[in-house]
């Protein structure tokens, strides 16, 4: 892994602005200090009002996780769909206007410390922080599969960053595969059902005997809740990356609690998932604490 670097406070010039799937938009921005030191599942909280622009709110930074970084060119890349007022004021983004990051922030992703298979899961949006760690996974010569899922075709985003990746990539400690599966809520593409299914069937044919596979999920919370119980089932470890608004970023405001499996009168406190995570071990956090 790259060599980690402190957060820090950059504006950043929009590179480019794309609306790749229906309603998803993949933002490129100039920002080498974050580029050279983000880690798979660390994300970047931005001010979505440009410098000179002249809305006030929303106050709030957005929080995005860093799907792509080119550490050598300096750039990085964010995934979102326009839902509220400031994702929508995203959209209206050029190359030229600048925006303000922070970041790199968080926990995230770590890579399997022994030899065996490592299964990527992306429901919707989750497939924000999966590229970069693909490319983590890479460099390291880790074989990998990917997991997929979205509402409906025109909402799927992320089979062709990994498509480019399929069939056998030679490195220099042996090769590595990389494996791509579909779904989609109303079978317009791949598997007809959720992304969970594939999993679940894919665990299921892991031969008795053989190391566990290694998870690594992202993804709205009923998706990762079915994914830890998956997991739990099959005795296989996994990681997730929790989406949830974060305030501030770096555990000041408090605004990110979430509560931890064995409850916080024994653990002392609620964890934040912006400095404990957003990443965390599957069996750590409690899933209902996110239904209030």
């Known amino acids: 892994m790259a060599e980690k670097f402190s957060k820090g406070i950059y504006d950043c010039p929009v590179l480019s602005n794309t609306e790749v799937a229906r309603g998803i938009f993949l933002m490129r921005l100039h920002a080498p200090e974050i580029a050279a030191g983000v880690q798979p599942g660390q994300f970047v909280n931005v001010t979505v009002n440009a410098n000179g622009s002249d809305h006030i709110f929303p106050l709030l930074r957005r929080p995005f996780s860093v799907c792509q970084a080119h550490r050598e060119a300096g750039w990085i890349s964010i995934l979102w769909k326009a839902i509220g007022p400031g994702t929508r004021l995203l959209t209206r983004r050029r190359p030229g206007n600048v925006l303000n990051l922070i970041g790199p922030l968080g926990k995230g992703y770590q890579l399997p410390q022994e030899k065996r ?12 922080p999966l590229p970069l760690l693909a490319e983590a996974f890479h460099a390291h010569g880790i074989s990998f599969e990917v997991m997929l899922g979205a509402r409906t075709a025109a909402e799927l985003w992320g089979h062709q960053e990994f498509q480019p990746r399929s069939g056998k990539i030679h490195l220099a ?11 989609t809520d109303d079978g317009s593409a791949g598997h007809h059902g959720f992304v969970t299914e594939i999993l679940a069937a894919r665990l299921r044919k892991n031969p008795s005997g053989k190391s566990p596979a290694q998870i690594y999920a992202c993804g709205p919370m009923p998706m990762l809740q079915r994914v830890a119980a998956i997991c739990r089932e099959a005795q296989a470890p996994a990681q997730i990356a929790v989406e949830t608004m974060m305030g501030c970023g770096f555990g000041i405001c408090m605004g990110c609690p979430v509560a931890p499996a064995r409850g916080v009168a024994e653990f002392g406190r609620y964890l934040l998932a912006c400095v404990d995570g957003p990443v965390f071990h599957a069996d750590e956090i409690c899933y209902e604490s996110f239904a209030h």
């Open 117 to 128: 298979e490592v299964f990527l899961v992306g429901g919707g949006l989750g497939v924000a």
């Open 173 to 183: 400690d042996g090769r590595a595969k990389t494996h791509l599966a579909i779904a």
